[in-house]
């Protein structure tokens, strides 16, 4: 069952001719793909450690031409250079994961959160809850220790970093509730989290 689903509304006024497009190892991957295999644009997948700096360094240096970053690194990035973005939504791709049953937003103020990616999507969208009590950010790989030992008991992930601590729960016979955290923001929420953002090729008039 995948627990994520991802829809880029290119807002671009350019023919977008990109050879190579690169993300860091997060639920953008899964956009990239989906865009190249239905043939919606003609490239090559290129995977990148590191930060965005890694990615900018890389569309600076002309070695890729499409890079995926959070949508307020893309809009300062856009501004700079004069590079062009496009902004996207996302649904079913943060998830909160607890020991104990959620029944509405209001209980998370007496957990113990742990999370890791500040100023990333689930940072993002946790901000949006309004919620006083906040998670304790790290490591992603040391949140899920955290979470796995007990220290915490409400843990804030993306995919695919969900599926990946699930399975770990399933083989350790734990009990555990998964949440979409838009569930407790609201059905018809819409806020641009992460971005396309390219160099331009060649302008068209619409």
């Given at each position: 069952m995948k627990l994520f689903s991802f829809v880029f509304f290119i807002?671009?006024?350019?023919?977008?001719?990109?050879?190579?497009?690169?993300?860091?190892?997060n639920p953008n991957v899964i956009s990239m793909a989906v865009m190249i295999e239905k043939g919606y644009i003609n490239a090559e997948f290129v995977p990148v450690t590191g930060d965005i700096s890694s990615l900018v360094g890389l569309i600076k240096s002309n070695k890729v031409?499409?890079?995926?970053?959070?949508?307020?690194?893309?809009?300062?990035?856009?501004?700079?250079?004069?590079?062009?973005?496009?902004g996207s939504t996302i649904s079913r791709a943060v998830y909160i994961i607890t020991n104990k049953s959620i029944d509405n937003k209001?209980?998370?103020?007496?957990?113990?959160?742990?999370?890791?990616?500040?100023?990333?999507?689930?940072?993002?969208?946790?901000?949006?809850?309004?919620?006083?009590?906040?998670p304790t950010y790290t490591d992603m790989q040391?949140?899920?220790?955290?979470?796995?030992?007990?220290?915490f008991d409400t843990i804030v992930?993306?995919?695919?970093?969900?599926?990946n601590l699930l399975l770990k729960l399933s083989k350790l016979q734990k009990n555990?509730?998964?949440?979409?955290i838009i569930d407790f923001i609201g059905k018809d929420f819409r806020f641009p989290i992460n971005a396309l953002l390219c160099k331009i090729k060649k302008r068209i008039k619409l």
């Open positions: 807002i671009l006024s350019i023919n977008l001719y990109a050879y190579k497009m690169a993300s860091l190892a031409d499409v890079i995926a970053v959070n949508y307020e690194a893309a809009e300062k990035i856009s501004k700079l250079t004069g590079w062009i973005y496009s209001d209980v998370l103020e007496n957990r113990k959160i742990v999370s890791s990616f500040r100023g990333g999507s689930p940072d993002i969208l946790f901000q949006k809850l309004n919620l006083k009590n906040q040391i949140a899920v220790q955290l979470f796995l030992k007990g220290n992930l993306p995919e695919p970093h969900v599926s555990y509730y998964v949440y979409d």
